[in-house]
């Protein structure tokens, strides 16, 4: 990619992902009485267009561009935004207290959708209630009511050892689809009227696993009906591929910089799943004798991955690489177990609305197979093969393809978006 168009990209980008909070909070009045899920409204605020676009412009200078004030202004607009919380269910089973965020055009009085985004893998401390607003909501500037949950483990079910049921269906699921009927019961507090309760679903990477866990979720409750679609990028629908894919790094002379998923992953099917393992049985002697596993339960998740470096074989126990037997291990195997468990492709339920898969051929995260093998399972779904190399760039392309932006920014990058590679179910 030659610098002018890098260029181009980064202003494109910057214009579209940075977003600011403002630090005025308005009060909010205590109801009556208290109904359903929605337990209690953390704080709510605004976001002027006008502060996001001077920190935009105060950003993009810092990086040698020059943007007029007056032009970036008008591609925002003012939202207000709620960080609440509700109850949901743990992994025992037990009604908890769970949080997440509501955005929406400032000036708002009724709406006929809202649009549940799933949030991508982030640390604990970067927990949506905790930011007020993170750039994975930026369609709230197309118009729609935003609604994001933090998912168990993070904001206010954050727990003292930082335990998050990382990819796990129905855990996941459940916390999602309650935190929209958490979202609605707040919007009708602020005498919003709901004229029509459709939902669209979305997001990428964890967020497009959580986005289809979503729906089965709903499924389940029979709640589709309200569905109008799933838009699902670079998702990791079968687990146990995901993890040959850290296994594959033994041989692999490139370094994977990102060690740390495999013990995340880990960790959220033995915590979702409530196993009883050791880590022991699950880490590299490496980790146990350096005591490195001590961090899971302490440190945010950035740090583990240059803690653990780039060599997998010093961060798993051997005996994940002995497929199929795992050498015995029934630890390794209760994990295997519960990734296969876990694994959306696995699961009974067949989406009865459309889902539109996006995934890069060259995703270097998550197996494009993943999206290859759901597609051809679920018979509503579309395969739309994103442009952009590799897994983070490919996440820009999906969101600008949400927002209705990648017929602008496609050409300007030299890609056709009119040959697309697009896979129907025959």
Known sequence: MNKHLTSKLLTLLLLLFFVACSNEETPWKEPSTKTGRLTNVITETSLTKEDLAEMVVNFVAGQGITLSVEFVTILMRDVDVAAI??????????????????????GTTSYDHLVSIQHGTLNMEEAPSKQLFYYEMLPV?????????????????????????????????TACADMIEAAREYLQQKSLTETD??????????????????????????????????YAGGGPYDLESILQTFLAYK???????????????IRGMVYGEQLEVSDEKLYAPEVIEQGLNEMFSTRPLFEWHEALGTDITQVIHPDF???????????????????????????????????????????????????????????????????????VLGGIEFMLRYMGLWELVGPMLGIDTYTTNQHRTT
């Open 85 to 106: 919380e509700y109850n949901t269910t743990g992994v025992n089973g037990e009604t908890i207290t769970a949080s997440g965020i509501i955005a929406m055009p400032q």
């Open 141 to 173: 500037i197309c118009g729609h009511v935003i609604v994001m949950a933090d998912y168990l483990g993070y904001g206010s079910s954050q727990t003292p050892d930082l335990q998050h049921p990382y990819l796990h269906n129905q855990l996941t699921g």
């Open 197 to 230: 309760d459709a939902i669209e679903l979305m997001g990428y990477s964890q967020g497009g696993q959580a986005s289809m866990a979503t729906l089965f979720e709903l499924e389940r409750r029979e709640l589709t009906e309200s569905v109008r679609a799933v």
């Open 251 to 265: 041989d692999n002379p490139l370094p994977y910089a990102r060690t740390g998923y495999a013990p995340y992953l």
């Open 321 to 391: 690489f002995a497929a199929p037997t795992f050498n015995g291990n029934a630890d390794v195997i209760a994990v295997i177990e519960a990734l296969r468990k876990n694994s959306l492709i696995n699961s009974s339920i067949q989406p009865q609305v459309p889902v539109y898969l996006y995934h890069s051929p060259q995703d270097d995260f998550v197996p494009y197979d993943n999206a290859v093998n759901a597609h051809n399972l679920w018979s509503s779904s579309t395969l739309t093969d994103l442009s952009m190399p590799g897994h």
